[in-house]
């Protein structure tokens, strides 16, 4: 079972919908990062949490820790939000990060 | 440059050939990591510099791996006799000191024939 487990694999959706992608561990971790890549490469980070909720214009991004549990809510969704939406955990002072699969996220005009 | 930037783009190869994979992290960053992102997953970690010193190889597939960063600024990804199974992207990151966040390049994409 990997580390970080991310859910769905794929999602579609129509201009305007709230997205949720969903990120499961398993460890212990310092701090959760989601991140956006689009095609050809280009990583950019969007969120780090260590406990509670991030708000970044229509980005929303909470944790539970005792859950270990993470998500990354995308409020009046845009096609140009269509992009691999990415988590990764860093566990205790390691600055090393372990990442999940991904969600390939394609919203719809 | 503002940002982190990888040469070449794209690497093709032949297998049993070495290749030299190049970082240029943002200006005045300490921590310097590389990563491997096979076709449809997420990156998976390599190795990671503080400055000139490596203090994680963990992540290296093997020994035909290796990675340098002899002044604390650029670093270098070597893969020697290269095998269709390094076919991917690899992808470096950045961070200014006691920060978290990663700063990506755009990656080379390596294509072993």
């Known amino acids: 079972k990997n580390e970080v487990e991310q859910s769905p694999q794929n999602l579609t959706a129509q201009e305007g919908e709230f997205i949720t992608i969903n990120c499961s561990y398993s460890?212990?971790?310092?701090?959760l990062h989601w991140l956006q890549q689009h095609p050809g490469g280009g990583i950019v980070s969007l969120f780090m949490?260590?406990?509670g909720k991030k708000k970044h214009g229509r980005l929303i991004a909470t944790i539970n820790i005792q859950e270990k549990h993470s998500s990354l809510h995308i409020t009046a969704s845009h096609p140009r939000d269509s992009a691999v939406y990415i988590c990764a955990v860093r566990r205790g002072s390691n600055y090393k990060l372990t990442f999940g699969k991904g969600t390939l996220l394609t919203v719809n005009p | 440059g503002a940002g982190v930037s990888q040469s070449p783009r794209y690497k093709v190869a032949k297998r049993g050939q070495d290749v030299a994979l190049r970082c240029d992290p943002i200006?005045?960053?300490?921590?310097l990591f590389w990563y491997q992102q096979a076709l449809g997953q997420g990156p998976e970690f390599l190795t990671y510099?503080?400055?000139?010193?490596?203090?994680?190889k963990s992540g290296l597939p093997s020994d035909r791996f290796f990675a340098e960063r002899p002044e604390g600024s650029v670093s270098t990804l070597k893969i020697q006799r290269t095998q269709q199974e390094d076919s991917a992207v690899y992808l470096c990151a950045s961070t200014a000191a006691n920060t978290d966040t990663q700063y990506f390049g755009p990656g080379t994409r390596l294509t072993v024939l």
């Open positions: 200006s005045g960053h300490v921590s």
């Open positions: 949490l260590s406990s």
């Open positions: 460890v212990g971790i310092s701090a």
């Open positions: 510099f503080q400055n000139e010193a490596q203090l994680d």
